[in-house]
């Protein structure tokens, strides 16, 4: 099996080729990368199948291993029933710190979120690469790494007509053009965004 760093080598070989077809010649509309969110820079968000070890200080009958079920929930011997995706460790640290207060007669209850599984980032890579399919990771990746993974382009792609295929509730779905070779040759590293869990890299 190639090494990703012999992958990428790889795949900047083919969209050096591919550019003298001009199939790596598009010009893409200016977009605003920079206000695009970058998970790497803030706490990680808990998601469904994560797995928590939560220590309750001086009250081992309290503390518990979790891992976040289906409906995005945890439970908790006397809290109950947690909210747990979508949320940071310290918000639901926060939360169990205050329903404890109920129950613990103590002046402060130490509390610790450890997250010491990561299963719920997931992304797809599809279109015209080597092997489309959904992804897991145990830390954030870039489209450079995700087209890694992927396999990289085949040769009927159009690797600077990538789009990343993203959904929120705010803004509904977008779609974010990356231009890949640009982003391997160095022209354009801002491109080379770090994917959020339920992105989808499409290559045409």
Known sequence: MLSRRATFVGLL???GALSLGSACATVHPPYDYASEPDPRK???VLGPSDMLKIAIWHNPDLSADATVRPD??????LVGDLKAAGRTPSKLRDEIVQRLATFIKEESVTVTVAVVG???YRFVVTGNVEHPGSF???RYVTVVEAMVMAGGPNRFANPDQTMIIRSDATRGTRRIPIDF??????????QDLTLLPGYTVYVP
């Not at 995005?72 to 011997?77: C, R, V």
């Not at 070779?181 to 801002?190: D, F, M, Q, R, T």
């Open 72 to 77: 995005g929930a945890i439970s908790l011997p």
């Open 13 to 15: 070989g083919l969209c």
């Open 181 to 190: 070779p640009s982003i391997l040759s160095g022209v354009h590293p801002e």
């Open 42 to 44: 803030s706490e990680y």
């Open 136 to 138: 897991a990771s145990s």
């Open 118 to 120: 990561i299963n719920s």
